[in-house]
């Protein structure tokens, strides 16, 4: 169940484990000690890969470690009034992870390169690990205390393999904690993380109160900066709690002199005996005087019997023996209930005072959601600026009109992910008239599947107050948008990927309205030819009708007869995504990265290589390649 590909050293640490897990057994002479010695081994050796492995397997597909969905952890809450939450945010003040003793996931590389692993772990080993805000992040998550590492997945996967350095991580869901706080569900350690978010408030709505801006302004009279809940917790629980109430040590001395009393006495209470007996030899002039305990009376002065005449009025007899007698006094039995069960009762106390600090700040619920919505919409605005301003987008003419008009429009995701300059830019024109239904046609990995949902994606961008990536673009306000791509099968249900699809279509024309925008990508593949053929010809014809749906759409599809539509049914446009090769020839590439593999192991294979390095002709490879795996077939 685990993903053993953390670490490539990972398996010579199990390999020793096993060793001494069988010569440890082997022994009959084995001891308690070297039991735990072999524990500690374990976990030295090999306990750091199977935490990350196993929290690893939840987070990433168990095969290649690629990111499942959003993962299991979410980074934007959605609520009911439309508005979206992102769960942490650069705003937010920064909390330092030890890479040494905190949980740590780090996304480990797909095809680990041997020497680049070694290289990192032997320089790291070496020279530390060396923190790099731009390229080492990760996001914190509080209420699992679970770090994932967003950026510099090697380095910080070896500096935490080799349990060195340190890095900073974004925290803060105030919505999240407000919800525990709700619910009485919120530790102390989610308290001091909503006390760390409430802190940075009063500069955040520092930041904007000159801004002109009608929707900030708003912002800036929501945001309440909760100063009296903040000081509250401050002064209440301590700055690095333990996970749970039992283990005490959550209250702030300074906060209550009980806790304080009972708190010094647990640690201090040895201190305390000896300075009763140092003052009692003083005051009663008994050298040989001394304090005692026992479990039947607990905390007593035991005098000898030559010292009785000098005991004073204020001791109370307790015990008679042979060689003497054993006092109490007001004073020592106060000192012995302070310190029997301080402990507990310093834990009873803690507890009873943190459930009344969770109880007021609960009572300020309403605040709380009002200015994390506050701080939300502020986020969301932010993260609009950043994103245009570092991109190139342009606003938008979003409008009540029929008109889809997009110029130079690009892929938000897509243009990131590849060399700068490298995305092809495309026009779309929409419109309930002339052009509703767009057929998009063209080979495999020629862009229709990416052209079609960048177009949604500027819409959506558009019609949430973004800007977005084109040199210009009107929008009509759609009421909905509807896709169907992919093609995936759901056995739990019993639906193969020819049913899924047609369920998903028959929701779209039940569903969809003129003012819908349809993304449609190979209707019908997932049946025979003619079938699917048929079937993709029937819904163009019937969402382009205007008396049936007429809404805008983007069509993609293999089917080159759907191009016989333009002209025939109104509306109608057919569009071919044109491939223009550009340097080496992608086949040859191919060819000659698999020949340098299935070669490798042949006699001549360098001779080999070296020759077909050197042929640029796809017909002249051909003959090469059959000529020299002609004697081993």
Known sequence: MMNSNVCTANQKNYNQAMEYVNLTLERDTATKADNLLFLKFMIDSIGRDIETDTLLYYVYNANDNAPVGNRVFPHTIYLENGDEIQLFSDHFEKRKIDLATEVVIAQPWRKPSVSKVYDLLSSIDRNGFKYDYRNHRGTFYPYMNITIVSQGHHSISCSHYLKKGAINVNVYDIERLTGKVAYGSISARDLVSLKNSLLKLPAV?????????????????????????????????????????????????????????????????????????????????????????????????????????????????KQTLTTGERYITEELKEIENTILGAQDKVVNLETEIFNKVREDVAKEIKRLQQSSNAVAKLDVLCAFAEIADKNNYIMPDVDDSDEIIIKDGRHPVVEELIPAGCFVPNDTTLNEADDRVNIITGPNMAGKSTYMRQVALIVLLAQIGSFVPASYAKIGIVDRIFTRVGASDDLSTGQSTFMVEMNEVANIVSNATRKSLLILDEIGRGTSTFDGLSIAWSVIEYIANNEKIGARTLFATHYHELTELEGKVPGVKNYCIAVKEKGEDVAIKEFRKHLAAYSKNLPNSSNFRVRVNAIDDKKELENAIDEYFAPFV
Request: glycine letters at 8%.
């Open 205 to 317: 709505k520092d930041l904007i109160k000159d801004c002109t801006s009608p929707i900030i302004n708003e912002i800036y009279n929501q945001m309440d900066t909760l100063d009296d809940i903040a000081k509250l917790i401050d002064d209440a629980i301590i700055d690095d709690p333990p996970l749970t109430l039992k283990d005490g040590g959550i209250i702030k001395s300074t906060f209550n002199d009980e806790v304080n009393k009972l708190r010094t006495a647990s640690t201090e209470g040895k201190n305390w005996v000896i300075g009763v007996e140092a003052r009692e030899r003083e005051a009663t002039g008994i050298k040989n005087l001394k304090v005692g305990y026992n479990k039947v009376f607990g905390y007593y002065i035991e005098v000898s019997k030559s010292n009785v005449g000098m005991v004073p009025d204020r001791y109370i007899r």
